[in-house]
């Protein structure tokens, strides 16, 4: 369900892309800059939605009943954890297992080694990717909607209902958001959906502001002025004019907090109200294993690296972006 | 001025009133007090015990309107929930931990003197350093040494937080031991012992961050005209940067940080925690771990307040730095 | 240059400051090197210090030492014996005519309570008086004071007066407000006291019990029944200013609570006005090392032989320090920083070989002491429950019983422990009266095929349930949601998918938690049960049907009720241990072995480490702290302390150069290109 909504979601944005210019010319412009970090994004995306697919049975020869019987998704068809497990710690590519040396069911498969519980780290990095896209993605599937209504509604109609948002922005914004994504999760419960609610609520403030702002200036402008005088209705002038113009704001604003929501699932994870199968989660359970001797580091590895990696390239596209986009650093830079 | 910080200050006010409703919502409407009590004093308690605990904690009452009470004397038709959590946090009277009883306004006393200790020499040193190497950055801008620090920026800001602590604490306090792994005194000499690593730990978490804005500033600043004119002049390049740059870039960079200035009061979560500094910060890990609602609803209150605060100081600073602003 | 140079000396006064500080990572002021001071660790700060409440280990550590008790364990003797401490001898019981019991302590003269202002309430001076036997029995009313919730009240069922005492409090209370505002001890005068607890005069107390209960005995070697006087309870209201009496104990015991800062440190200090310190005072058994000390303890250290006969305490001052987390607190262990400290899964490698200390360590002069604990550790079935409990009949047995056979309780020890633990066939562990050390339980033996044929015969093959072809979901709840305990979670979930069941980990934040026990809304939960006193009573109420979580909120969460196990239990509880009650506990561990409400796992093995400094350190292995036995070689452990902790430097200077070699060109070409 998800999957076919984000995937019509992208087939839009690429159409929408390829049919504006502005778009085009600037997609064309990231891709020349940042060619690295889009391909590292789109082998990430590219895990994520592999790991959402996932359907019941057609299992390969040799697996049991078990299996058979449970929604498998391509990832895991892939790795096949069933089968392709050792009974404990086993290094990196080793062919023994970590302590004690007996030889392993499957060595030398495991490039980044096991972890206690004889799994394969790169499928548990892997299965990550689309908890992490999910915490970043899904919540801001819910924020961007509900932010742009407020915001553009606010900025652009004014007085009472920008009264109203402002104050609701301001009261939200001022609790400390790390404290209230905490106090929301404790109450409403642990869950994937409860944790991305709360990080929606706590999130969408920061995109209303953006959108309230760049529309209370958008009103002013002449071409809006013109429209509303040729007597374009309000929501036609919002759908043509106001969201198109905004919407380079969003996409940055949307990067950043992507990488800020990601991050602080870190932290969620180490005061135990993370989302399982996280990063956050990974790093939390690997974190004591640096003290064993001889040292376990792949484990800690593994999730640092799937995060490092995928921050990073947000990070880096978003930066990117901004220098494309934004006409102030555009002018800085020459 | 005066009527500006007046207006400022009473839109504040409304926000605190604000804010104090969605705790309400928060931590009375959807949490039942029944389930707090019984974290606090056992499963296995009488009904007596459960009844006193939610008395002496307050959690006895009806939520919204005392229609009980309210038959007999029309001025108790306030006796609830909502009134005293209102009239409580207004007053500062915190009352006690649902955890353990102990009084939170105590607690808030003793961690406040730990929290500072770490938060004033992580947030000066950390000001020092970013600003320190963003003017070396910009100074050197667009060659080698730009690009590198640029990058190295990106780099540490990619990396979970929570590694930074993990890494400083093996590598520094367990391999190379010049510092205690963890712990606090109260003596000033031992106390930097302590809070050596910490600090450390905190200022080069941040400081990617940082220095980015800041270049981003000083580069602004260097392209204006009258640092152009300097530089006609004659003026050296060094001098351009310390004289002009640096002072001119610091009303925007004071701007910055003076909305963070209240939040060293509440002290720094991951790191307290990890490095056993008995602050506020770790004061709110616990709550967070224990179920402590008071405490955890007391702490949001103070870091909202502290919020508005620092918005507050933002805005009269600015309106101060800078005549330009109206003052509307 | 001149930029550049303003930045090298900022760097280099950072440096030298870091270099500075960094002298030592010594956490102690230096003065109190030479002192007679323990070091040690907590790690959950005490909920609270009310003797009549406090349950936990963390609570003990400062109950222990600050309360005495009429009778204490025997510091080396094992099996454990009870010898008197406060009161001049082992009471034996007397029989009534009626079926009861009576106990007569006998209380020693001129014990004093620690000086405290308090006792400005009834001395003019405030200072401190004497204990009478009326302060014991003022506790003892207190474990029957409803509103005082101790967790043992229950366990003095058999006081004669006690319950119509508690109900009596509890009704007049609610009859009369002003009633309920006066002092406890006012309460308790007009509500009559216990009858069973009877104040022969300032020294003789005596007990009497409606049936006999030889068990009766170890509770008053707990702090739950140690003297309280009444004014600090009056005092410590947590009124004006003043604290609560859980955060400020006042008792008589060989050291007092001086700094209590629970989420951060915690200090004892010596009392001098011990009865065990003051001058002219006999030798009294509680306040001497024991003569007679065991040759194999000296051998291994765990206690010297100078110290017999010599009068306790040795330590000055005991000095907690709060540590949360597991790591830096063993790594400050292995610094020399504290003295004691207990094995953590990740260093054991490093620590033990081949069982003993690795040659590293001893070389240290660490010693280990390894005691298996009256413990057990166990995964529980919700016998209410349709699908796995009671109400399942036949299938349920089989069931539990496959899922019983399929959990590699070796495996986990291995995994999670280091095989710190001795594998648990019943619910009993090695050193309680009942257990059979050559018993199997076949129920706990790896077998799969086994496993397979009962689940099948259980209308569940491969985990498909016959009658609908559905998979069996079962769900395993848990209060804990760190990730660190969810991968122990894991570990059972995946022996459970070898036979097809498909069980799911709900951790769940408490509150879930709780409302779903409310429920009876769980069906698998694990659990760990440690013993109060060295007795199978202790380990067989956990599955009394009185105790069942679903009909009183007790601790018997598994809900198990099986009349035949109770009729059992009843009769086994109050005997003395003689044939007939092993008889008996035969009969109640078949009945669990086939009925299953628990998978028993493994009872856990302390390990417990102490520096060559130490003296005395042999462990007890019951939650009973030894301090007072214990001393330190202070002037040993600044040597060594010195000796360990020698910092590493050469990074920094290798930093510093980097920095310079990285910024020098930079330099210098900027100012080729400029000029």
Same mark, same amino acid.
């Given at each position: ?161 920008d009264d109203a948002v402002f104050f609701l922005m301001t009261v939200l914004a001022s609790v400390p958001s790390l404290l209230l994504l905490i106090a929301l999760v404790m109450v409403m419960g642990r ?24 529309? *209370? ?57 993370? *989302? ?35 921050? *990073? ?22 | ?33 029944? $389930? ?36 007999? $004397? ?9 009134? $005293? ?236 730095? $800078? ?6 | ?206 007990i009497v019990l409606s049936e006999a209960k030889p068990q009766m005995l170890y509770f008053f070697a707990m702090p739950f029944t140690t003297p309280v006087p009444w004014e600090a309870v009056a005092y ?403 040597r060594l302390q010195s000796e360990w902790n020698v910092p590493v430097r050469w990074p920094l200077y290798l930093a510093l150069l980097a920095i310079v070699a990285v910024t020098i060109p930079a330099v ?8």
């Amino acid at each position: 369900m998800l999957v076919v909504l984000l995937l019509a979601g992208s087939v839009w944005l690429a159409r929408v892309v390829s049919r504006d210019r502005f778009w085009r010319e600037n997609a064309s412009q990231l891709w020349r800059r940042r060619p690295i970090a889009l391909i590292t994004l789109a082998l990430f995306v590219g895990i994520g939605l592999m790991d959402s697919i996932g359907w019941v049975g057609g299992g390969t020869p040799g697996d049991d009943d078990v299996a058979a019987l449970r929604s498998r998704t391509l990832i895991d068809r892939l790795f096949q954890p069933e089968r392709i497990t050792e009974s404990s710690y086993s290094a990196p590519l080793a062919s023994v297992s970590f302590y004690g040396g007996q030889p392993l069911t499957h060595p030398g498969r495991h490039l980044l080694g096991t972890d206690i519980l004889g799994r394969d780290v790169v499928y548990r990095t892997a299965k990550g990717v689309r908890v992490a896209l999910l915490i970043g993605g899904f919540t801001s599937l819910i924020v961007i909607p509900i932010a742009l209504l407020f915001g553009v509604s606010a900025g652009y109609f004014g007085k009472r209902i920008d009264d109203a948002v402002f104050f609701l922005m301001t009261v939200l914004a001022s609790v400390p958001s790390l404290l209230l994504l905490i106090a929301l999760v404790m109450v409403m419960g642990r869950g994937t959906l409860q944790v991305c609610v709360a990080l929606g609520i706590t999130g969408w403030v920061h995109f209303c502001r953006i959108a309230r702002g760049e529309t *209370l200036k958008l009103r002013e402008a002449e071409f809006v002025d013109a429209a509303r005088a040729l007597g374009v209705s309000d929501l036609t002038i919002i759908r043509r004019h106001v969201l198109p113009n905004i919407a380079h704001l969003i996409i940055i604003t949307f990067a950043l907090s992507f990488t800020g929501l990601v991050l602080a699932e870190t932290i969620l994870s180490y005061l135990g109200i993370g *989302l399982e199968g996280s990063w956050g989660q990974m790093i939390d359970q690997a974190r004591n294993e640096l003290s064993r001797t001889p040292i376990i580091w792949w484990n800690l590895t593994g999730a640092s690296l799937g995060l490092f990696a995928l921050v *990073l390239a947000v990070n880096m596209i978003a930066d990117a972006l901004r220098d494309i986009i934004d006409p102030r650093t555009r002018r800085e830079g020459q | 001025m005066a009527a500006y910080l007046i207006r400022r200050t009473i839109y504040g006010l409304f926000t605190v009133l604000g804010v104090l409703l969605l705790l309400f919502v928060l931590f009375f409407a959807v949490t039942d007090p029944d $389930d707090i009590a019984r974290k606090a004093v056992g499963e296995r308690a009488r009904p007596e015990v459960y009844a006193l605990w939610k008395k002496n904690h307050g959690y006895d009452r009806p939520l919204l309107l005392n229609r009980a009470y309210a038959a007999a $004397d029309s001025r108790r038709y306030s006796d609830t929930l909502l009134f $005293d959590h209102y009239r409580r946090m207004l007053t500062f009277d915190f009352g006690n931990s649902d955890a353990d009883d102990s009084a939170i306004a105590r607690r808030l006393k003793e961690g406040m003197g730990p929290s500072l200790s770490l938060t004033v020499p992580l947030f000066a040193l950390g000001l020092v350093v970013s600003v320190l190497l963003a003017l070396f950055v910009a100074f050197f801008r667009e060659t080698y040494i730009d690009r590198a620090v640029l990058v190295l920026c990106m780099l540490t800001m990619s990396i979970a937080s929570l590694l930074y602590i993990i890494g400083g604490q093996y590598l520094i306090g367990m391999l190379l031991k010049w510092f205690p792994i963890s712990g606090f005194a109260f003596d000033p000499y031992l106390a930097g012992r302590f809070l050596a690593l910490p600090v450390l730990v905190g200022v080069v978490a941040g400081i990617g961050a940082d220095v980015r804005l800041y270049r981003t500033i000083f580069v602004e600043e260097s392209n204006r005209d009258y640092v152009r004119t300097a530089r006609a002049k004659g003026c050296g390049e060094a001098r351009v940067m310390l004289a002009h740059v640096l002072r001119n870039a610091l009303i925007p960079i004071l701007s910055n940080i003076v909305i963070t200035i209240p939040f060293l009061f509440t002290g720094a979560l991951l790191l307290e925690s990890f490095f056993g500094i008995p602050g506020l910060g770790s004061l709110t890990v616990e709550a967070i771990q224990g179920n402590d609602f008071s405490t955890l609803r007391t702490m949001v209150y103070l870091g909202a307040l502290l919020f508005i605060a620092g918005q507050i100081l933002t805005d009269v600073s600015y309106a101060l730095a $800078d005549p330009r602003v109206r003052l509307t | 240059m001149k930029l550049a140079l303003v930045r090298l000396t900022s760097i280099k006064a950072i440096a030298v400051a870091l270099a500075l500080a960094g002298c030592s990572n010594n956490p102690y002021p230096a003065g109190d090197r030479a002192r007679k001071i323990l070091y040690s660790s907590f790690s959950e700060a005490p909920k609270t210090l009310d003797p009549a409440v406090a349950y936990t280990t963390a609570s003990h550590i400062v109950t222990g030492n600050v309360y005495d008790t009429l009778l204490e364990y025997h510091f080396l003797k094992r099996p454990y014996e009870l010898m008197p401490a406060l009161a001049e001898s082992v009471p034996s019981a007397v029989p009534h005519p009626d079926g009861g019991v009576s106990y007569l302590f006998k209380i020693r003269d001129g014990i004093l309570f620690h000086a405290d202002p308090c006792f400005q309430l009834s001395q003019g001076d405030g200072r401190s008086r004497k204990v009478t036997a009326a302060d014991f029995a003022f506790e003892l009313a207190r474990l029957a004071d409803p509103t005082v919730n101790s967790p043992l009240a229950g366990s003095f069922a058999q006081v004669q007066g006690f319950a119509p005492f508690a109900e009596r409090l509890a009704a007049m209370r609610q009859a009369d407000p002003t009633f309920a505002a006066l002092p406890a001890h006012e309460q308790y005068q007009r509500a009559g006291g216990i009858a069973g607890v009877i104040v022969r005069n300032e020294r003789e107390l005596e007990i009497v019990l409606s049936e006999a209960k030889p068990q009766m005995l170890y509770f008053f070697a707990m702090p739950f029944t140690t003297p309280v006087p009444w004014e600090a309870v009056a005092y410590y209201n947590g009124q004006r200013g003043r604290e609560h009496f859980a955060d400020h104990p006042v008792g008589t015991g060989p050291y007092r609570l001086a700094v209590y800062e629970k989420q951060y440190r915690m200090q004892l200090e010596r009392n001098e006005t011990w009865y065990g310190s003051q001058a002219g005072m006999p030798a009294a058994p509680g306040a001497t090392f024991p003569r007679e000390i065991d040759q194999q303890d000296i051998v291994s250290k765990q206690v010297d032989g100078d110290y017999a006969g010599r009068r306790l305490p040795f330590l000055d001052r005991i000095n907690f320090v709060r540590e949360r987390e597991d790591i830096p607190r063993f790594n400050k262990f292995l610094q020399g920083y504290y003295d004691e400290g207990h094995i953590i899964k990740e260093s054991f490698d490093a620590v033990v070989q081949n069982d003993a200390l690795s040659p590293q360590m001893a070389a240290r002069g660490m010693r280990l002491d390894k005691t298996v604990e009256p413990s057990i550790f166990y995964i529980g079935f919700n016998m209410d429950d349709p699908v796995v409990g009671t109400a399942a009949g036949e299938r349920g047995r089989k069931l539990r019983q496959a899922m019983s056979l399929v959990i590699d309780a070796k495996a986990y020890l291995e995994l999670f422990l280091n095989g710190r633990g001795v594998l648990a066939q019943t619910p009993l562990p090695p050193g309680i009266f009942g257990y059979d050390q050559t018993y199997k339980n076949p129920f706990r033996q790896l077998d799969l095929a086994r496993a397979q044929k009962l689940l099948a015969e259980a209308g569940y093959r491969n985990g498909l349930d016959a009658r609908t072809g559905a998979p069996l979901k079962l769900s395993f709840d848990t209060p804990n949601t760190t990730a660190q305990a969810l991968l122990q979670y894991q570990f059972y979930v995946s022996a459970w998918r070898q036979l097809g069941l498909d069980v799911e980990i709900n951790a769940s934040t408490y509150n879930q938690f709780q409302a779903k026990v409310r429920r009876g809304a769980y069906q698998l939960f694990t659990w760990g049960w440690i013993a109060d006193f060295p007795d199978p009573e202790n380990f067989f109420f956990l599955l009394e049907c009185g105790n069942a979580q679903s009909k009183s909120g007790g601790p018997n969460t598994a809900n198990f009720c099986n009349g035949a196990f109770d009729r059992l239990y009843h009769e086994m509880k109050s005997l003395p241990n003689d044939v007939r009650r092993q008889g008996l506990i035969k009969s109640m561990l078949a009945l669990t072995e086939q009925e299953r409400p628990w998978i028993e796992l493994f009872h856990n093995e302390e390990y417990a480490l102490s520096h060559a400094w130490v003296i005395n350190s042999k462990p007890m292995g019951l939650s009973y702290p030894t301090y007072k036995y214990m001393d330190v070689d202070p002037e040993l452990r600044s040597r060594l302390q010195s000796e360990w902790n020698v910092p590493v430097r050469w990074p920094l200077y290798l930093a510093l150069l980097a920095i310079v070699a990285v910024t020098i060109p930079a330099v210098r070409t900027f100012y080729r290109e400029r000029q």
